[in-house]
């Protein structure tokens, strides 16, 4: 079983940054890729960003594409989502994701039934 934890959320006014972080259990961290996603209140949850399982490859929603990195450790089995110039609108839960296949070559998937295990989430508040 995979646990995956998120934490770094908070309260930040808008123009702020954010890191999260995402600690994952078990031995084959390095063998996923991962994704980080949000669900705002009434809204569903949405792609926000992945990286691969080696760290060479990242991808990104529009919506964050030049204010979001994602990086990883592999050696301390976490993911982490640096979050500048935030918006009142990137005010949202924020889950960390595995995708459900390990070593995928290609592409970031970014539905959320392609990945199997979700952390409990993080708030994230941007004050305006």
């Known amino acids: 079983q995979v646990q995956l934890v998120e934490s770094g959320g908070g309260l930040v006014q808008a123009g702020g940054s954010l890191r999260l972080s995402c600690a994952a259990s078990?031995?084959?961290?390095?063998?996923?890729?991962m994704g980080w996603f949000r669900q705002a209140p009434g809204k569903e949850r949405e792609f926000v960003g992945g990286?691969?399982?080696?760290?060479?490859?990242?991808y990104y929603a529009d919506s964050v594409k030049g204010r979001f990195t994602i990086s990883r450790d592999n050696a301390k089995n976490t993911v982490f989502l640096q979050m500048n110039s935030l918006k009142p609108e990137d005010t949202a839960v924020y889950y960390c994701?595995?995708?459900?296949?390990?070593?995928?070559?290609?592409?970031?998937?970014?539905?959320?039934?392609?990945?199997?295990?979700w952390g409990q989430g993080t708030q994230v508040t941007v004050s305006s």
């Open positions: 990286i691969g399982w080696s760290g060479r490859t990242t």
């Open positions: 078990g031995r084959t961290f390095s063998t996923y890729a």
């Open positions: 994701a595995r995708d459900r296949v390990s070593f995928r070559v290609g592409r970031i998937v970014t539905m959320v039934a392609e990945y199997d295990y």
